[in-house]
């Protein structure tokens, strides 16, 4: 089973790539779930160039969260920073309780269609998971190892560089990953404000009735979230090791 696993998001990895260079050498498994005479494969805008732009919103929108969030927890855990706490967790849970199409309205009129309103939507529905899992691994720490932190006579940035932050890494990646996960979804609803994300094949199936379409957009979404979530977890698995936590 543990060989399994790699092999099979292998294949998939392989699969997405075959599919997003060669589109059109799928079209025949598509054919039955697109209506008529109308072309089984998207083609109004590459697969490719609306997944490189989808990845790299999200990935800018995960960056931004997680800056923010992790900034946020190291500041409610510092002993003159616990009056941020509640502010911090406000923040973080604005997201949450604002769905993202909401967002999207409001930051339409100030930022215009395009690119910015998503982002904004995204940074915000991700700053919870990061958050949380950042306040968890800094708090969870063991009072003994920062003792001995202070007995070395490192200073609190010292301590916080080499030792809280790299000992909280693996509960960081968790927040992220989790973070990175539900904004490849949520970034479809952008192509609503005009950006250029795999939601553009969604809609597009949806408004002329084309299923193929919203097939392709949906498993291209899920298989990207897969293997992120994957890489991810390897990564989280790998800080564990060397923080000394079981993984």
């Known amino acids: 089973m543990s060989r399994a696993g790699p092999l099979v998001k292998f294949a998939l990895l392989a699969l997405l ?75 973080a849970n604005l997201g949450q309780t604002f769905p993202p199409v ?34 968890t691994g800094l708090e969870g720490l063991d009072p003994a190892l920062m003792e001995a932190a202070r007995g070395l006579g490192l200073t609190d940035r010292q301590r916080l560089v080499q030792v809280e932050l790299p000992l909280a890494l693996p509960m960081i990646l968790a927040g992220i990953r989790l973070s990175a996960v539900i904004g490849l979804a949520t970034a479809t609803i952008g192509s609503t404000v005009a950006a250029s994300t795999l939601g553009e094949v969604i809609i597009s199936g949806l408004l002329t009735g084309n299923t193929a379409y919203v097939l392709q957009g949906g498993l291209v979404v899920s298989a990207l979230a897969i293997l992120i979530d994957a890489a991810l977890r390897a990564l989280e698995r790998v800080a564990a090791r060397r923080s000394g936590f079981p993984s």
């Open 17 to 91: 790539a075959a599919f997003l260079l060669a589109p059109q050498s799928f079209a025949g498994l598509f054919r039955p779930f697109a209506p008529g005479d109308t072309a089984p494969i998207y083609t109004q805008t590459p697969l490719l160039t609306l997944t490189v732009n989808h990845l790299l919103l999200v990935a800018a929108a995960t960056l931004a969260a997680g800056l923010l969030a992790v900034g946020f927890a190291v500041a409610a855990t510092r002993p003159a920073g616990r009056d941020v706490l509640p502010f911090a967790r406000a923040v």
């Open 102 to 135: 909401a967002v999207l309205a409001l930051a339409v009129p100030v930022f215009g269609f395009g690119p910015v309103p998503t982002l904004v939507a995204l940074v915000l529905y991700g700053l919870l998971p990061i958050f949380e899992t950042t306040l």
